[in-house]
């Protein structure tokens, strides 16, 4: 079944996400990995959720050095995942349930086991050559002293050809050349190959890195030396090219977009951007190393400057938690369900398109890494063997490495007593560790709990889904001086909704500006029961966040 594409081409502005890591969301055939045919049996859970589309994470071949990121051929799926045809179930019996399949497109760069790659490495004259960014050897050094995203050079040596290849992300990770006309040619030609397999869109990786600067550019050394990656002069004309393309074939579009700040965002999104959607990076900043705390302030001051500059064009994708973040519950909450109840009001109340990512509906925290051999991703055991080569003790850090690695996002869902297998001898042969807090914390609880976390989550979906305001309405802000408060409106006159997010660990006493009890609220819902009227002076308890309407 297809779902209609062209008659209702805005679907996503309505529309709440679900994030599904598929390593680690439901394995179904006991090798301790998540699957396709696993993501399929899912879908009634999805469905009673309340979601309108998911969100796959990297499916296709890969050799797995940045886990399904690092991709060799662009289209199939790896077999660990299922084949081809699992695919076509899984979309298929989607559509069937009104549930939209978004897929991550990776083209920023490409495996170095892509076939393009072991051509273009062989020789200079190799059609493939120019598929990626070279620049010749000179006295054994690298072309530049530019460090990437991992921490080390952004250049390799390549010995066939006697020159250095580009990569922002690990070497195995060679950058595409965008400015090679061939590479856009086959870049087309795969996501209309994508489209034809009935996708509802895709989410653009690491989409603010394509356009390079010229190599002589200074990198600065400081917080901001990033910035030399993202949303460079000209990446206008690749993204315009993409954006044909999406449109022509009525693709949804969330761009991932690292280093792009709110004031040029109009620029990515809206009637004059290229992309429908667009992530935001700024919003988390971290306060403390271990444990992970990040600053509450900092979160609500960037979401309403994101939210006040697409407030009448342009779209944002709103998201907490993704496989690049710790679990949010831990770092802005110390692991109190109240503060996931907290965080999901805040979530789904905003102006954009909500995505949940799996578990945190669960309220899943981050996990306590025990030993080394528990970590996965590459560069969060770099970090680990360089605190021990700075002569660090082994448990300081494995610590100070683990407290904010994405692999506390990555450990496999917890349905049961046993995490994602269904008995005990499975749950010990999972590819990446399960959190112990399984045996209290997993689905089967929650569901039965009408206090838990997802039956939060339930009823805050389907208030939204019911919702023309929470969905489309306006966003206005009121400054009420306290750094761990938001308060804000979503109107679409003459309704209105006032929200009040309290990411506070202690009770509160607040006044509520004059000009919002001006109006006849009625209370809606809240993060603690029984939900209380509005009034000048409020007592808030820890974590208590609230919905009224007008
Ligand atoms: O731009 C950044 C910071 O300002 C980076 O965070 C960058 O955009 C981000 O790391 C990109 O992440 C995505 O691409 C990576 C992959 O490892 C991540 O999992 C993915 O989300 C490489 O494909
Ligand atoms: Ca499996």
Known sequence: ??????????????????????????????????????????????????????????????????????????????????????????????????????????????????????????????????????????????????????????????????????????????????????????????????????????????????????????????????????????????????????????????????????????????????????????????????????????????????????????????YLENHDQPRSITVYGNDNPLAAKSLATLLLSLRGTPFIYQGEELGMTNMLFTTPDQIDDPPTYHDYQRFLAAGISTDVALKQATSWSRDNARTPMQWTNFGFSDNELNSKNTWMVTNPNTTFLNYQKNRQDPKSVLNYYHKLIHLRRKDEVLKSGRFQSYDIGHPDILIFTRYLLPDKRLILINLASTPQSISIPHSILSENWHTIISTIEPTPEISPTMQLQPFQSIIWYN
């Not at 190599?215 to 990656?229: A, K, N, R, V």
């Not at 900043?285 to 960037?302: D, F, G, I």
């Open 1 to 318: 079944m297809v779902l209609a594409k062209d008659t209702d081409q805005l679907w996503w502005r309505s529309a709440i996400g679900y994030q599904i890591y598929p390593r680690s969301f439901q394995d179904s055939n006991h090798d301790g990995i998540g699957d396709l045919k696993g993501i399929t049996s899912r879908f009634p859970y999805l469905k009673w959720l309340g979601v309108d589309f998911i969100w796959l994470n990297p499916i296709y071949t890969s050799p797995n050095i940045d886990n399904g990121y690092d991709i060799a051929d662009f289209q199939n799926v790896a077999s660990e995942y299922g084949t081809l045809d699992d695919l076509k179930t899984l979309i298929n019996s989607a559509h069937q349930q009104n549930i939209r399949v978004i897929m991550d497109l990776v083209v920023n760069h490409t495996s170095n086991q892509h076939f393009w790659f072991q051509e273009a490495q062989t020789s200079r004259d190799n059609p493939y050559h120019d598929f990626y960014i070279w620049q010749p050897n000179h006295n054994d050094q690298a072309p530049n002293n530019w460090t990437n995203f991992t921490g080390d050079s952004v250049w390799t040596y390549n010995q066939a050809t006697d020159e250095w290849y580009f990569h922002l992300f690990a070497p195995e990770q060679p950058d595409l050349n965008w400015e090679n006309q061939s590479v856009q040619t086959e870049i087309i030609k795969i996501i209309t190959w994508w489209s034809e397999q009935n996708i509802d869109g895709f989410r653009l990786d690491a989409l603010s890195h394509l356009k390079k600067m010229p190599f002589d550019t200074l990198q600065s050394t400081d917080d901001y030396q990033f910035e030399i990656f993202a949303n460079n002069p000209g990446i206008e004309v690749f993204l315009s090219l993409l954006h044909q393309t999406f449109q022509s074939l009525h693709l949804m579009t969330i761009g991932e977009a690292g280093g792009v700040h709110a004031d040029t965002a109009k620029f990515w999104t809206g009637s004059q951007g290229f992309i429908d959607m667009i992530f935001e990076l700024e919003h988390q900043v971290r306060q403390t190393q271990v444990p992970p705390r990040a600053n509450r302030n900092h979160l609500l001051t960037r979401l309403t400057a994101w939210e006040n500059t697409l407030n009448t064009d342009g779209w944002l994708g709103l």
